[in-house]
């Protein structure tokens, strides 16, 4: 089988689709449940200066991510202990910033409110687009050699990572949401989204034309994704979706 991030269209389309359809599945199964997702009381007194506080916590993961890409924290080749370690050492300044600024879990999507159910719905809608995506790739087959391999331990410590990776996301838009207005609050994490996997494909020396299309995609499903976490206030289902659409595409 060629390498799955190299095949055009026949990779960003159903990566596409896949993803739509877990967005789709998720608001239905709530809707059924009557689920009604609660709005934080929490508003800054000053918005636009938490936004700019935001701003310096991105740029703070961005340069902790590239210490540890030059072998500045811990050795974690061969150690999934030590690789989740590191991503919570890269994602902490969101944390640290919370807890500075005495912010509540709800300014990133994060609450207790109907947790087994958003976990259910994290599950089918994930197992929904891996599906997806593997039927319009015409390897139907292997949805049963995805769901295997994400349940193994060296699949399952990259969970840290990806989960943290849209907990970026939520804070950053919320942020733009409190001070601008729902088209920048989804276009901005969707850009720094998409440019954030360009270090990876240039060091693996991918072709011009897969990271111009995996940046669209990239964006493109950012945007979907967003859109549905706003609408859920919401974002522990799609850590799921995201980490079992991962191993499908092989990203680890």
């Known amino acids: 089988m060629e390498d799955i991030q190299q095949s055009e269209l026949r990779f960003y389309l159903p ?11 998720t608001l239905l199964l709530l809707a059924f449940n009557k ?13 636009w200066l938490e936004l700019v506080l935001s701003l310096i916590v991105v740029v703070a993961i961005f340069i902790i991510g590239r210490a540890y890409t030059a072998g500045f924290l811990i050795p974690s080749e061969l150690n999934p202990i030590a690789w989740m370690i ?3 050492i890269i994602y902490s300044p969101i944390f640290i910033f919370l807890l500075l600024r005495k912010q509540p879990t709800e300014t990133l999507w994060l609450s207790k409110q109907a947790i087994l159910l958003k976990i259910f719905a994290g599950v089918l809608s994930s197992l929904v687009a891996v599906l997806i995506f593997t039927m319009l790739r015409g390897e139907a087959e292997r949805t ?4 295997r391999r994400a349940l193994t331990l060296e699949a399952l410590s990259n969970f840290v990572a990806v989960f943290l990776e849209g907990v ?18 989804l276009l901005v994490p969707a850009v720094l989204f998409a440019l954030g ?3 990876g494909m240039l060091a693996e020396g991918d072709p011009w034309w897969h990271m111009v299309l995996m940046s669209t995609a990239t964006g493109l499903v950012t945007i979907i994704v967003l859109y549905t976490c706003y609408q859920i206030k919401d974002i522990l ?3 799921i979706v995201h980490y079992l659409m991962d191993v499908a595409i092989s990203a680890f």
Do not use: M
């Open 15 to 25: 990566l596409i689709a896949g993803y739509l359809g877990a967005c789709l599945v």
């Open 35 to 47: 689920y009604e997702a609660r709005q934080s009381d929490y508003r800054p007194a000053k918005p």
């Open 197 to 199: 996997h360009l270090p």
């Open 168 to 185: 970026a996301l939520a804070f950053l838009f919320i942020r733009l949401k409190w001070t601008t207005n729902l088209r920048v609050a």
């Open 86 to 88: 590191n991503n919570l």
């Open 144 to 147: 049963f050699v995805v769901i």
């Open 237 to 239: 289902w799609i850590g």
